[in-house]
């Protein structure tokens, strides 16, 4: 996917920002112009790091206009940490873009914002998973260009010096538990904590199917099953199995522990496959995470695009959003190894680039993409409430006082509950 750790760990907007944004996204006069010879120009905001990813996405509007000859796009970018800050500048502005780059953890501040795609699109061809991430209260509000899960890395290594089976699909929490422990010797630890959500939470989804977020998007950090979730993933540290994150900054503790060898599992996103078979001085394993009471779980992730509200050519914009989220599209992305693809004729593509890109260890990645496609299986969207950047905010200030023993799982969740709920 090659996204970079902090893609997926920077969340949300400030409540504040978003009312603001809320407000000033319906002028109908931005994004957009049509030419005396009918040619309509549509504006398509994205977020690009490097001139090879701007130039990727330069291919893609090319490709609206190539089956699209009357449709051209106008490509703005910004890097990821700034993009959703101008965006929603922008829409407060009533200067928003008509096509809207999207992350589903981002979807619930900006659902008022976009467009509806039901029956303007076509959805044949997407994994359903991906469509869903994307999608809220029934409304298709973008369609997925990518699709991510979260796996378990593990240093095949350090497993077979210990003399501990491997983990593999049908692993269980208890025998994650016995490994961690039986991995933490000589200074290393089993395993690296994080507070980080999709990390974190996927983990405690699958402990015990403990979700903070209920289905009509309201949080609930406080329920018993996030207690008692929070509860045993703490306990990790209490028992020695774990790596604590060194303080409440270090949101990405756990893989980066892990790449470095001193911890023996993390769990991480499928989007950093790549980068840790190329980085790690050790074999790296991966699997589903360890199942609880009900099976392996995981939260489930997806970037996309969509049509602003207020966009003055929206069947055009609907069209563009086909072709980006297109086949084409996702086809050519997969081959530069961007990102796995939502649409499942395409994952193979992404496969062959990252073995391609390391042959040696070709055995890893087919672990690692058969891992992402069971975690799949059994994922859930993660929906988000406005105000999950300053959720975010205080998971990373209370729970490392509960992975330190500093204050107990109830009290924790139970704060970060009644400081995000005004905001929601």
């Known amino acids: 996917m090659r996204m970079r750790r902090s893609v997926l760990l920077a969340l949300g907007l400030a409540g504040m920002m978003v009312s603001a944004a809320c407000g000033g996204g319906g002028s109908g006069t931005s994004g957009g112009a049509r030419d005396s010879g009918g040619t309509v120009t549509l504006d398509w905001e994205m977020w690009a790091g490097s001139e090879d990813e701007k130039a990727q996405l330069d291919h893609l509007a090319a490709l609206v206009t190539r089956k699209h000859p009357t449709i051209k796009v106008n490509l703005r970018t910004a890097p990821f940490n700034d993009y959703f800050t101008k965006l929603q500048t922008e829409f407060a502005a009533g200067k928003q873009p008509c096509v809207v780059s999207m992350q589903s953890l981002r979807l619930g501040a900006y659902a008022d914002l976009l467009e509806p795609l039901d029956g303007k699109t076509d959805t044949q061809g997407f994994a359903p998973a991906a469509l869903e991430t994307l999608k809220l209260g029934g409304k298709q509000l973008a369609l997925p260009y990518d699709l991510a899960s979260m796996l378990l890395y593990y240093n095949k290594d350090a497993f077979a010096e210990a003399g501990v089976a491997e983990p593999k699909n049908g692993w269980t929490v208890a025998d ?148 980006l989220a297109g086949p084409d599209a996702q086809a050519y992305l997969a081959g530069q190894g961007r990102s796995f693809p939502s649409r499942t004729d395409q994952q193979a593509t992404y496969e062959e680039f990252l073995v391609k890109q390391d042959p040696r260890n070709a055995e890893a990645v087919r672990g690692a993409i058969a891992s992402l496609k069971e975690g799949l299986a059994g994922g859930v969207p993660l929906f988000t409430t406005k105000n999950w950047d300053s959720v975010g905010k205080l998971m990373a200030q209370y729970l490392i006082q509960v992975y330190t023993g500093d204050q107990s799982p109830k009290s924790a969740l139970g704060t970060i509950q009644q400081q995000s709920a005004r905001g929601q």
């Open 176 to 323: 994650f538990e016995q490994a961690a422990k039986k991995l933490s010797t000589g200074g290393k630890a089993g395993f690296g904590m994080s507070f980080a959500d999709l990390h974190s939470l996927s983990l405690m989804l699958s402990y015990n199917g403990a979700q903070p977020v209920t289905p009509d998007v309201r949080l609930q950090f406080d329920s018993a099953p996030m207690v008692d979730a929070l509860t045993w993933y703490a306990g990790l540290a209490a028992s020695k199995a774990a790596l604590v994150p060194a303080s409440s900054s270090d949101v990405g503790w756990g893989e980066t522990q892990f790449v470095n060898g001193n911890a023996m599992m993390a769990v991480d996103g499928s989007w950093n496959i790549g980068s840790a078979v190329k980085d790690a001085t050790f074999a790296v394993g991966f699997a589903p995470l360890p199942a609880g009471s009900g099976g392996s779980k995981t939260y489930l992730a997806a970037s996309g695009f969509g049509v602003a509200k207020g966009c003055p050519y929206p069947q055009e914009a609907a069209k563009a959003v086909s072709v």
